[in-house]
């Protein structure tokens, strides 16, 4: 599904002193599968999420989704790709504070109100959360449920690569595995890139990245 | 209601809402001042349509122009179009009254030799008045004016009333209109040196071009439209209160941009999730342009309701129990809030909406 060349990052490309997030790689992702990218702080392995994702260019090379480098389309069609194709999942879940469970879900959906709100609750229910937690807002959810929200909101779409950057990262070690749990079901269909400095998380991936000062150190396939 | 939609956010976020919606409902009271300035010149209205239908015209002084009017007169009543009225050439003067501004104003009046004479000029001004009690000495007025003046019909109009008026008048006749004019009834044969001139057809430009041409260079003098020279006179007070509405406005921009930014910026990881999943730049920008207009709307209406409000009540409790009134709606009222509206709006949608429409959720 993916295949990525040469791809680097600079930060600071005006000063002296450039900041190479991404050292210029290749690496080839497969269609389907739980794909874990890990590493230390400010080893790159968000930027090449967001590379990935089309949130961010990259300042050399090419990142071919599908046959087609998504690097060089425009803007229209990057956002498309995201609405249509990818999901995502953030460290901090990010829900809207004043909507609920439910709506925080559906704003992200594409299709007609009857089938958003049809997939919403069967995707909430699917991730364990109960029906009376439907209407509460994220403040009245705990950190596991609301990453369980943030997870139905990145599926909502039925998303062929989702993206979860550190999904496990505020939450308790239980709820950890429940969402890894989550997302490697999820990943037998589809393409699930998780983003983590945890590696005890990574146990059931399909294939590990490992990175280092913006480099690939070590590519595990299993 | 949908997640996305404006009433969605308004709704869930009312304290908020509620301090944007106040802060756009400023700039929709300004039209209040406006009325304001326009109730000085909406007094004035009757005035115009009366002068339109019988304007003056009169001798100026010495001999030979005495002959010149004399001989105006005669044209005048020859052309089969016109009505002349003669009346007294002594001054006869208005009476001064309080506007809503707070502050004096004066008056035009009009003088006939006779109660036949006022009913002639009072049926081309299309004013309705029962004559019955006016005589010779008598004083014709509005109810407005005899109400801002604490008047009553039977009273004694004379110096101690308005320094101005010499002599002893009685006010015989009440007119159920909103004049500010004083009709006196009183006959002066040797100095009848003035005369309304009126027509069933003519009124205005038309009927005061008639007479120029009849007057040609003849030494006779026509009052200048009472419109053209009350309107010159109030138009900087329009022109003051737009530039204090500009003024005003700035600073409520100003203001509102700031509450608006730091609302915006606490919600700057919504947009920014938003655009991750794909929302375009456009769909930010509509969603903050929605937010924006739908307050405003509510403002406005607010605005408006609260506005008709406090007229009636001001109307129905202070002014028109003194014989004055405050219009509803005025044109320089609507310009002053349009003008203010769309400084303060229109800023904050453009400034709000491209901020938004840039968070970006890989910096956060």
Redesign the interface.
């Known amino acids: 599904m993916y295949k990525i060349r040469n791809i680097s990052m600079i930060y600071d490309m005006d000063t002296d002193e450039k900041l190479y997030a991404l050292g210029g790689f290749d690496l080839d992702l497969p269609d389907t599968g739980l794909v874990g990218i890990i590493g230390p702080s400010g080893s790159g392995k968000?930027t090449l999420m967001?590379c990935l994702?089309t949130?961010?260019k990259p300042t050399e090379g090419i990142v071919e989704y599908n046959g087609k480098d998504i690097t060089s389309i425009s803007?229209?069609e990057q956002?498309?790709?995201?609405?249509?194709e990818?999901?995502?999942v953030?460290q901090?879940h990010?829900l809207?504070p004043?909507?609920s469970a439910c709506?925080?879900v559906?704003?992200?959906g594409?299709g007609s109100?009857d089938d958003v709100g049809k997939k919403t609750e069967k995707y909430l229910k699917d991730l364990g959360l109960k029906e009376r937690e439907f209407r509460k807002k994220p403040a009245k959810l705990s950190g596991g449920q609301c990453q369980r929200v943030a997870i139905a909101?990145a599926m909502i779409n039925d998303p062929r690569v989702l993206f979860a950057d550190e999904p496990t990262a505020s939450l308790d070690h239980e709820n950890a595995f429940n969402v890894m749990r989550i997302l490697k079901e999820y990943s037998k269909e589809r393409l699930v890139v998780v983003v983590t400095h945890d590696r005890s998380i990574l146990g059931d991936v399909d294939m590990m990245v490992e990175l280092w000062d913006g480099n690939l150190s070590n590519v595990t396939t299993r | 209601m949908?997640?996305?939609s404006a009433f969605?956010?308004i709704k869930?976020?009312k304290g908020r809402s509620i301090l944007i919606i106040f802060m756009f409902f400023l700039t929709v009271v300004q039209a209040v001042a406006g009325n304001f300035i326009e109730s000085m010149t909406w007094y004035w209205e009757r005035a115009f349509l009366y002068d339109d239908r019988a304007p003056m015209v009169g001798a100026v002084s010495s001999d030979e122009e005495f002959r010149d009017f004399e001989a105006v007169m005669k044209d005048l009543t020859e052309d089969s179009d016109l009505i002349v009225l003669r009346r007294s050439s002594l001054g006869y003067p208005g009476l001064d009254w309080k506007c809503t501004m707070g502050y004096e104003m004066g008056s035009v009046s009009y003088v006939v030799d006779n109660r036949d004479d006022l009913q002639k000029l009072f049926d081309r001004m299309g004013v309705e008045c029962d004559l019955t009690n006016v005589g010779q000495r008598s004083v014709v007025m509005s109810k407005a004016l005899a109400a801002n003046r604490g008047l009553k019909l039977g009273d004694t109009l004379d110096s101690s009333v308005d320094s101005n008026i010499t002599g002893k008048y009685t006010f015989d006749a009440m007119i159920d209109d909103d004049s500010f004019i004083l009709f006196y009834v009183e006959s002066n044969p040797d100095n009848s040196l003035r005369a309304y001139v009126m027509s069933d057809d003519l009124e205005g430009d038309a009927l005061r071009s008639r007479i120029e041409d009849i007057i040609g260079d003849r030494n006779v003098m026509m009052s200048q439209s009472l419109r053209k020279a009350v309107t010159e006179q109030f138009a900087p007070f329009n022109l003051i209160f737009l530039a204090s509405a500009f003024l005003v406005s700035i600073m409520l921009s100003v203001t509102v941009n700031s509450v608006l930014t730091g609302h915006y910026l606490k919600r700057i990881?919504?947009f920014?999730?938003?655009r991750?999943?794909?929302?375009?730049?456009r769909n930010v920008i509509g969603k903050v342009f929605c937010e924006i207009i739908v307050m405003d709307i509510i403002a406005i209406l607010l605005g408006v309701a609260v506005m008709l409000l406090a007229t009636f009540m001001l109307d129905q409790l202070v002014y028109m129990p003194s014989g004055q009134y405050l219009p509803y709606v005025s044109k320089i009222g609507i310009a002053g809030a349009v003008l203010s509206n769309i400084l303060v709006v229109v800023p904050s949608m453009i400034l709000q909406g491209r901020r938004m429409a840039k968070a970006?959720?890989?910096e956060?």
């Not at chain 1, 956002?79 to 249509?84: A, F, G, Y």
């Not at chain 2, 991750?276 to 730049?281: H, K, N």
């Open positions: 968000s967001y994702s949130l961010k803007s229209s956002e498309k790709l995201r609405r249509k990818f999901g995502f953030f901090k990010y809207v004043y909507l709506e925080n559906m704003v992200a594409t109100d909101r | 949908r997640p996305r969605k956010y869930e976020n990881y919504e920014g999730v938003y991750a999943i794909g929302w375009t730049r970006d959720v890989t956060f």
